[in-house]
């Protein structure tokens, strides 16, 4: 994860840690892509708010493959450069929905902590 | 998951492993497309090309140790650095050589200590019968639980078995027959025959080297009596002779026709030497009657033990209501072959104690080995630092001082098993025979398969404790060290855990030598325990009576009883008068034991003039003192101290009148007058003996006779050379033979063992089965424990010069660890003018410190286990004369060896303190 620059403002800029897994499964849930690229769908699916860091991203994929969740192939790009492309198994499907209600739950209950007066 | 999926994940995963090299070229290539795609976004948001590659790059962070995270997150990804990580360990091994000889010498001992005790301890507790289905062999018996003992005559029972046991097939029996075997006319020796059926040679088989194996036909009533021999008979005694089928040769009173040559270590069902056909016609067969037998068998195909069980049971319960007059209380029992029958009754000793003693041996020897591991981990520190900030993980950091712990242990495990096979061979054998008398077939010390799993295991922990432990402590904080970029400024330090390694190690080298003299003092009081007499001059041959002693309460078998002694006794005085009149024989005489081979016990009973004994008599010169009750008692022939030449010191000796069958005279030798009688005249009072305990013949029977002490005679080796104290001796006169089997004597005039021939030839022609064994120089008694003693003495010399060595070494590492760290500390301690005394005060403080502690924790343990030891005889304890001021002198002076060599260790590293020289030191940072 890129290192969170010293700010006040509480932006989540940096993926809480954990979760970095079911964000890579969700970006592959739509099409297969290569690592910079994931990083990309995500800067973009959450309006530039995070950033992943190149440092936990490719070991992250690493333990995704060796979890069975995604698979990859090297292919070429638009512009005929070899790439590994990932993508997501049928086991990381259900991976990704078992994953992300459990998120929901999480956080469903620490939001209602948080609101405890 | 899809099966081609599997497939391709597991490929991958191989690949990783096997095509370590392109898997990474792959990464590689991943990480620049990366950076490439970054690079051009940069140069699409405006960036020149050297700016975005720049900004690209520093968003990416550092390219190796993401390399570094991204194969770790592989599959086994540390598996393929390991070899790298061996290649280092083995480059270690010869970079610091001390270390490598040190540790890798404790560690060979350890393992050679485990191994050896597993090994042992295997054998002993569960051994593999070297059978085919060797584990499904099973012996069966009979136990009257009345009682609390078995019951051999079974004959009738295993006929029965034989008949309706469904879970148990090839059922056989043997009797065991020690007879003498007499190939050549004259010369009778005795061998190990089994009487047995059949079906021994179904259970365990073997073709025959020569001839053929025993068959059922030769059990048949009528059938030519027939025997198979074993090879080393055949080699031994008939000169390996190829034409010895159909040879007749007399075995104890009969003869029978050699038809079989077992081959080489062949010996079912224990270490039988010679089979013979078990023929339970002419035997009785009568509930509870007749022969001593062992039965065996093996389990049916698909049945249990459990299920043989029930059956034999249900087989039991029918018996006991058949024959309740003898059946009543007997319980049939099936066990594997060389298991026993109680399943509970495991040995503590041998279950935990041993092994216990060999596990923490192997801890504190490790413990040691990380001692040193820590000290040459800690002065790499900066190497492991570096590699720390070039990536490697922590895990990966440990991984390599554990493949280096590991390299290590294999030379030592490989060292120590190396060992431990050569100790078996040479010295298991004769050890187990020598504790154990004739040895079963299926031991055989060597190293094992299970042995050197075991050791491998053991390997494992060494590693473990020599290796991680040290590493977890170095790599501990070392994020915070790398921050600081301070290595070597003093981060790491000895902690506690060390400070208890360093003080067990202490103590225990102090404590061990403990042992160490109590073993040689026992050696001492071995070969110095005199028998009182020309022993060397002295032949000394077990005689047995040829047919085994019939069992039974009954008016038949007590008859039968009466009737072998008698012809036993025969025989005996036959004997002693044909050796006596050989030219070379000085004198013949019996004794129920040899001297120093220890004599039975019992407590002594004085008949007093007060009619009651008091518990504290007085010495001749008026010192109280308690009188000693435990004598040992021997049986021996009227003319016993004629022949060993001993003089009657007051009274008289035996005549041949005084050996009437309840004989009420006895002789004392000087230990009894000086520790029963404390010093008074034995002549004409009387004693009585009695068993410890309750029951007939001890303490509470009044009916036991007394005896009337006519004479007293000087020691002569009464009791065993392992006793503790000085023994008091009562010779009973006893007719040679009455007592069952006797030690004859001869005084030999020339070299004793010469005349072996002679007496075999002359008791072969009085009687063939008379049984004549270990045939012996009277002197060479205590050959076999002294070779034991010696052998432990050796043994516990070797560990305590382990135990010291690697003390001294791990005080040495600690020493030159704690100067290195504090090489700045003591330049500038130098430097603002502090004394020698001091630097070496405030440095040396804490490890002196901690060898101080250890050597009076260890001086105080081998200080109460001497003072155990020595004042606790058989179950009684007394403090009276342990602590004596040579004692406690020897024991300071012990502790001040031990601490004065490992403040010796500290000599080098002092002198090295004081000779930094304070610009040197500010420059080694």
Avoid at chain 1, 8 to 13: G, H, K, L, R, V
Avoid at chain 1, 95 to 106: C, D
Wanted: net charge neutral.
């Amino acid at each position: 994860m890129s290192p969170s620059p010293a700010s006040s403002q509480s932006t989540p800029n940096d993926v809480v840690r954990g979760t970095l897994d079911l964000l890579i499964l969700k970006a592959l849930s739509l099409e297969s892509m290569h690592g910079w690229a994931i990083t990309q769908r995500l800067e973009q699916l959450s309006r530039e708010a995070l950033q992943v860091g190149q440092g936990s991203l490719y070991p992250a994929l690493q333990r995704l493959e060796e979890k069975g969740w995604i698979d990859s192939e090297w292919r070429s790009t638009d512009q005929n450069r070899r790439a590994k492309y990932y993508e997501l198994t049928r086991a990381g499907r259900r991976a990704l929905g078992t994953e992300a209600e459990s998120w929901r739950r999480y956080v469903a209950m620490v939001d209602v902590i948080l609101s405890t007066s | 998951m899809e099966p081609t999926r599997w497939i391709k994940r597991w490929r991958k995963r191989l690949r990783a492993l096997v095509r370590t090299d392109a898997v990474n070229r792959e990464l590689d290539e991943e990480l620049a497309f990366h950076l490439e795609m970054e690079t051009r976004k940069n140069m699409s948001a405006g960036m020149t090309p050297d700016e975005a590659k720049r900004e690209a790059k520093l968003a990416f962070g550092a390219v190796a140790k993401h390399q570094g995270d991204t194969r770790d997150a592989r599959w086994l990804a540390w598996f393929p650095d390991l070899s790298l990580d061996f290649k280092l360990g083995a480059r270690m091994l010869r970079k610091y050589p001390i270390i490598t000889l040190v540790g890798g010498l404790a560690m060979a001992f350890g393992i050679f200590a485990g191994s050896m005790t597993f090994e042992m301890i295997t054998m002993l507790q569960n051994p593999t019968l070297p059978l085919p289905d060797g584990d499904r062999v099973v012996k069966l018996r009979l136990y009257d639980v009345e009682e609390s003992r078995a019951e051999p005559r079974a004959l009738r029972d295993y006929l029965a078995w034989r008949q309706s046991l469904r879970t148990v097939t090839d059922l056989g029996a043997y009797r065991d027959l020690p007879r003498n075997l007499i190939v050549t006319a004259g010369d009778a020796r005795p061998v190990q025959v089994a009487e047995i059926t059949a079906s021994a040679f179904t259970i365990a088989p073997a073709p025959p080297m020569l001839g053929r194996t025993l068959r059922e036909t030769d059990e048949q009533p009528g059938a030519a009596p027939v025997m198979v021999i074993g090879h080393e008979v055949w080699r031994t005694r008939f000169a390996s002779d190829p034409g010895v089928i159909g040879r007749s040769v007399q075995v104890g009173d009969q003869y029978a026709t050699v038809v079989g040559v077992m081959p080489e270590g062949y010996a079912f069902p224990i270490s039988h030497e010679l089979w013979m056909p078990l023929r339970l016609q002419g035997l009785d067969q009568a509930p509870r009657a007749g022969a001593s037998i062992s039965i065996f068998g093996r389990l049916a195909p698909g049945v249990t033990l459990a299920e043989a069980k029930a059956e034999l049971a249900t087989l039991g319960r029918r018996a006991s209501a058949e024959f309740p007059n003898t059946h009543q209380h007997l319980q049939p029992e099936i066990a594997s072959y060389t298991g026993s029958f109680n399943a509970n009754n495991t040995d503590v000793i041998m279950a935990v104690i041993i092994p216990g003693f060999a596990v923490l041996l192997m801890i504190l020897v490790c413990g040691n080995v990380a001692l040193l591991m820590f000290a040459r981990a800690a002065t790499r520190e900066s190497e492991l630092i570096v590699r720390s900030a070039l990536g490697a993980s922590r895990g990966r950091i440990i991984a390599q001082l554990f493949a280096e712990a590991l390299v290590l242990g294999a030379v030592s495990a490989a060292v120590g098993l190396a060992a431990t096979d050569f100790a078996l061979r040479r010295w298991g054998g004769p050890f187990l025979v020598e504790n154990m008398g004739q040895l079963p077939f299926w031991y055989d010390p060597h190293l094992t398969v299970g042995t050197v799993v075991y050791a491998i295991g053991l390997t494992f922990v060494a590693a473990v404790i020599a290796g991680v432990l040290p590493a977890l402590k170095v790599t501990s904080g070392m994020g915070a060290r790398l921050r600081q970029a301070a290595a070597g400024a003093g981060g790491l330090k000895f902690g506690g855990i060390w400070t208890v390694v360093i003080i067990a190690q202490v103590a225990f080298t102090t404590a061990f030598p403990a042992l160490v003299y109590l073993e040689q003092l026992m050696l001492v009081r071995i070969q110095t325990f005199e028998a009182g007499f020309p022993s060397e001059q002295y032949l000394a041959t077990m005689i047995e009576p040829g047919d085994p002693i019939s069992l039974g309460s009954d008016p038949q078998a007590v008859a039968a009883r009466e009737a072998e002694g008698a012809r036993f006794q025969s025989a005996l005085a036959g004997l002693r008068q044909r050796v006596a009149s050989e030219p070379s024989i000085a004198g013949v005489t019996f004794i129920d034991r040899l001297p120093r081979e220890g004599h039975r016990e019992f407590l002594v009973e004085l008949d007093t003039v007060a009619g009651a004994q008091s518990r504290v008599g007085t010495t001749a010169n008026g010192t109280a003192k308690v009188p000693l009750d435990e004598i040992q008692a021997a049986h021996i022939d009227a003319s016993y101290f004629d022949v060993v030449q001993a003089p009657i010191l007051s009274g008289r000796g035996f005549t041949v009148a005084d050996l009437v069958p309840d004989p009420r005279v006895v002789v004392v030798d000087q230990g009894f007058v000086d520790q029963v009688l404390l010093g008074r005249n034995a002549v004409g009072l009387r004693m009585r003996l009695a068993y410890g305990g309750e029951g007939p013949g001890t303490m509470s029977d009044q009916t036991r006779p007394w005896y009337q002490i006519v004479g007293v005679v000087k020691e002569l080796g009464m009791g065993a050379p392992t006793q503790r104290g000085r023994p008091a001796g009562v010779y009973i006169p006893t007719v040679p033979g009455s007592q069952g089997p006797t030690n004859m004597v001869m005084h030999v005039r020339g070299d004793p063992l010469s005349i072996v021939p002679q007496v075999r030839a002359v008791a072969n022609a009085i009687d063939p089965t008379l049984r004549l064994t270990k045939f012996q120089r009277v002197d060479q008694v205590t050959d076999g424990i002294q070779w034991i003693m010696d052998m432990w003495l050796r043994l516990t010399v070797a560990l305590t010069a382990v135990a010291l060595l690697l003390s001294l070494a791990g005080i040495y590492a600690v020493m030159s660890f704690a100067v290195s760290r504090r090489t700045r500390e003591i330049g500038i301690r130098v430097a603002l003018g502090a004394n020698a005394r001091r630097v070496v005060v405030s440095i040396f403080k804490r490890p002196v410190t901690q060898v101080g502690v250890g050597v009076a924790l260890g001086g105080a343990i081998a200080g109460l286990f001497l003072l155990w030891v020595t004042s606790c005889g058989e179950g009684s304890c007394s403090s009276a004369g342990v602590v004596t001021v040579s004692r406690v002198v020897t024991l300071v002076l012990y502790s001040v060896v031990i601490l004065g060599i490992c403040l010796l260790a500290c000599v080098v590293p002092t002198r090295r303190a004081l000779a930094v020289e304070p610009v040197e030191a500010l420059r080694a940072e």
